[in-house]
């Protein structure tokens, strides 16, 4: 395909701009109530992919998990508290600042299937809404990666044409998904990888 050169580069953000651990939140306090798994509600089953699309609320979701393991509110502000600490994992610190410093060259975005809430809770930890020009979060789009859909939304959020445009992903379904519409991706297995590999299209430009 044509190339027309890189005017903008976007990030995944879980797993990429954030370390983060795996999602056992659920099953440590399964655990830890000791619990069956038929003795967890019918709540919890569809909630998570709902949240990603933004189909439920911020109180819904606490409200499911509160009913599906028949806690407290107590208990369940515990869960929801374990549950972002693992989603938000730690800084990349690395990768952020090189994303940082892209700009004002190109134009940057995040493009991230995300939960309900995240917006805030990645405000509040990591200020990445002044790291970028733009964000897309799945739970606000109503679409998850891979749909082609979503990249060509977020490309048109920053007026760039896919082919003019590089994405960064740790799962290869996400960078196959960007490269179906055109767009150069890179598969973030570490940082040096990742940051020599922009570094080496970027100085084609």
């Not at 440590?28 to 992919?49: K, Q």
Request: net charge negative; with cysteine; proline share 3%.
């Amino acid at each position: 395909m044509e190339r027309h050169g890189v005017r903008a580069v976007l990030f995944d953000i879980g797993g990429v701009l954030e370390i983060t651990p795996p999602m056992t939140f659920l099953a440590d306090w399964v655990r830890r109530l000791g619990l069956s798994a038929n003795e967890i509600g019918p709540s919890l089953f569809d909630i998570w992919a709902a949240g990603e699309l933004g189909r439920v609320t911020n109180a819904q979701v606490g409200e499911a998990i509160r009913i599906g393991l028949a806690i407290d509110q107590t208990v369940t502000d515990a869960v929801i508290a374990d549950m972002w600490t693992q989603y938000l994992g730690v800084a990349n610190t690395e990768l952020i600042e090189y994303l940082g410093g892209l700009r004002p060259r190109y134009r940057t975005g995040l493009v991230s299937n995300s939960f309900v809430g995240a917006r805030e809770r990645e405000r509040a930890a990591y200020g990445f809404e002044h790291l970028v020009d733009d964000i897309v979060y799945s739970h606000e789009v109503g679409m998850t990666k891979p749909d082609p859909q979503i990249y060509l939304l977020a490309c048109a959020r920053l007026d760039v044409a896919p082919c003019e445009t590089v994405f960064v992903d740790d799962a290869e379904v996400a960078v196959a998904g960007a490269e179906s519409v055109g767009i150069t991706a890179i598969h973030h297995l570490n940082n040096a990888s990742t940051i020599s590999a922009l570094d080496t299209l970027l100085a084609k430009e």
